[in-house]
């Protein structure tokens, strides 16, 4: 079949393509985006809108809430007899899509007030996902320090004489005892 002359796409989820030169793909694929992978729906519909010269432009709907919509998406399908063929294998076509959240569904996220499964799946995929160990990592340093600042040096306090060298611990230390009257918490 000429590309250029199909008009309309149904693809699902589930399915496989059909295959001739190369291993059959789902039909369906998401890729991510703001709302991760949890609402891939069941059936979706691409229309041809145009040529560009170089591809066919389309645009796919399906029957999703208000709180989804498609954001990139990219229809392949399998060349006939070599890759850039025009002329493909009927059945072949696949969609790769990303996920969004609409402003409502980011509403939804934000006063749930908690990490819902589609908010966890889609900061899964974001590029700082890394992040969040690297903050543990400089908060274990920090502690460290300062235990080792502060509590990490209890030895007894050690002066130093006019006798030129090391006189020992100051409890140690060879003085005549305060006078009589004189309180020993003050020494």
Do not use: M
């Amino acid at each position: 079949v000429l590309l250029r002359e199909v008009q309309a796409l149904t693809l699902r989820r589930g399915h496989r393509t059909a295959a001739r030169r190369t291993a059959a793909v789902p039909q369906l694929q998401c890729t991510g985006g703001s709302a991760g992978c949890s609402r891939v729906p069941e059936v979706v519909q691409c229309y041809n809108k145009g040529w560009d010269g170089y591809d066919v432009q389309w645009q796919c709907k399906a029957d999703l809430e208000n709180a989804y919509r498609f954001g990139q998406i990219e229809v392949s399908c399998e060349g006939y007899d070599y890759p850039d063929d025009p002329y493909i294998l009927r059945g072949s076509c696949s969609l790769l899509f990303r996920l969004e959240l609409t402003e409502e569904g980011e509403r939804k996220v934000k006063n749930s007030g908690s990490f819902g499964s589609s908010y966890y799946q889609s900061r899964k995929d974001s590029p700082d996902s890394g992040a969040g160990a690297i903050v543990i990592i400089v908060l274990l340093v920090l502690a460290f320090g300062v235990y080792k600042l502060f509590l990490g040096n209890q030895q007894p306090q050690q002066r130093f004489g006019d006798s030129g060298g090391f006189t020992g611990p100051s409890w140690q230390s060879q003085q005549a005892p305060p006078p009589p009257g004189f309180k020993p918490g003050f020494t």
